[in-house]
Each structure stands twice: as structure tokens, then as C-alpha cells.
Nanobody, 123 residues
């Protein structure tokens, strides 16, 4: 089994910064795409940013130029640096990872989610 453990988040004022981190642990062979999604109250979960194992990144238009995603393949971690935060960034942020992991019957690929961390930006 694989677990994603998130850290970071909290309450900041408009224009402030926060850093989210997520570590995948378990019987991991490789972590492929990793990313961050968010869900605001009454809205659907949306992609914020993603990064492949070779470092290719993708960002939602609303965060381009303000957020930076990075990863450490050796540690199976992904980090989201969020700058110039706005009230509309307020949401629960979820880590996501596409992981190849060991099972009793061999390698298996599954998609995993973290438990979510609250980010609140006050105006």
C-alpha cells in the first residue's frame, strides 16, 4: 500500500506565501506524474499543477507565474510553492500521485490521493 502525507497549508493574508509538501511512502517502485489539486466549497476539484518524473510541468492558468511545482524523485516528494496568494486560492489542496508499487502479485500502477490540507487566504 502507498500513502501520501501532506504538510504545509494554513492561513495567510493576500499577497502572502505558503509551501505545501507531499511525500509518498510505501512499497514504491516509481512515482510517475505527481501533482496538486484543490477544491473550494461548492466547486469541483480542479488541477492546480502537475509534474512528470522527468520534470515537465503543467499549471492551471489561474496560478501561472505565482505557483511553482517541484519534486525530488529520490524522496518521492512533490512541493508546491505558492506566492502572491489571493482569496480565490482558498481551498482544500490535495496531493495526487500516479505510483507503480510492489504487491504480492507483482508491480501495480495506482492513483493515490492525500488527505487534503486547508489553505485560507484572507483579504
Amino acid at each position: 500500500q502507498v500513502q501520501l502525507v501532506e504538510s504545509g497549508g494554513g492561513l495567510v493574508h493576500t499577497g502572502g506565501s505558503l509551501r505545501l509538501s507531499c511525500r509518498a511512502s510505501g512499497r514504491i517502485f516509481s512515482a510517475n506524474a505527481m501533482g496538486w489539486y484543490r477544491q473550494a466549497p461548492g466547486k469541483q476539484r480542479e488541477l492546480v499543477a502537475s509534474i512528470t518524473s522527468d520534470g515537465s510541468t503543467n499549471y492551471a492558468d489561474s496560478v501561472k507565474g505565482r505557483f511553482t511545482i517541484s519534486r525530488d524523485n529520490a524522496k518521492n516528494t512533490v512541493t508546491l510553492q505558492m506566492n502572491s496568494l489571493k482569496p480565490e486560492d482558498t481551498a482544500v489542496y490535495y496531493c495526487n500521485a500516479d505510483v507503480m508499487h510492489y504487491t504480492s502479485s507483482g508491480l501495480r500502477k495506482d492513483d493515490y490521493w492525500g488527505q487534503g490540507t486547508q489553505v485560507t487566504v484572507s483579504s
